[in-house]
């Protein structure tokens, strides 16, 4: 049972609401952690702000999913890992690929150095050296990509967190921890 109650989509107003009707549009439902996050509106925002942004990357739907799980695997977030690996299947990558990720590992040696560089931004709380960044780099991967991994590890901790804080009850097909 979550810490926290989770909102109601129907007692909400203002930009929460507005945020949530968003999230239904897009999902169909309104996923569990929305629903707890909505509390707080600033909150609410910024997290489905950064989805959007993101969704726009360079990176891609697949990849960004693929970044999404190897970081939830690493912190034992079986919520995101179980919403991403599903979104991630919905964006077309195999459930192999989805398990691969889960340790950082991938068939392509370039989403390989990448899913490697974003769990070494979480191990290493961010302190990358100059070397990490130009193993990246010399695989083909431009700064604008790098810095967007980096936004994509932050965004997934943020909602690792959130999960794991308030015990956020997985509403999503669950997927066992690697």
Request: hydrophobic share 45%; net charge negative.
């Amino acid at each position: 049972m979550s810490h926290i109650p989770l909102v109601d989509p129907a007692t909400v107003s203002g930009t929460a609401k507005e945020h949530l009707d968003q999230i239904q549009a897009t999902f169909g439902t309104v996923p569990a952690m929305f629903r707890a996050v909505a509390h707080s509106p600033a909150t609410l925002a910024s997290m489905w702000g950064a989805f959007g942004a993101f969704g726009a990357g360079t990176l891609g739907p697949a990849l960004s999913e693929q970044i999404a799980v190897a970081v939830a695997n690493h912190n034992s977030c079986k919520y995101c890992l179980a919403a991403h690996t599903a979104l991630g299947r919905k964006a077309g990558v195999t459930r192999e690929a989805m398990a691969a990720a889960q340790t950082g590992t991938s068939t392509d040696p370039r989403d390989a150095a990448l899913l490697a560089f974003a769990l070494k931004l979480v191990d290493r709380r961010g302190q990358v050296t100059a070397e990490d960044l130009r193993t990246v780099r010399d695989i083909g991967w431009n700064d604008e990509q790098v810095v967007e991994v980096i936004g994509q590890v932050a965004l997934n901790l943020f909602t690792n967190y959130v999960n794991l804080a308030l015990d956020v009850p997985v509403d999503f097909p669950d997927v066992p921890l690697r």
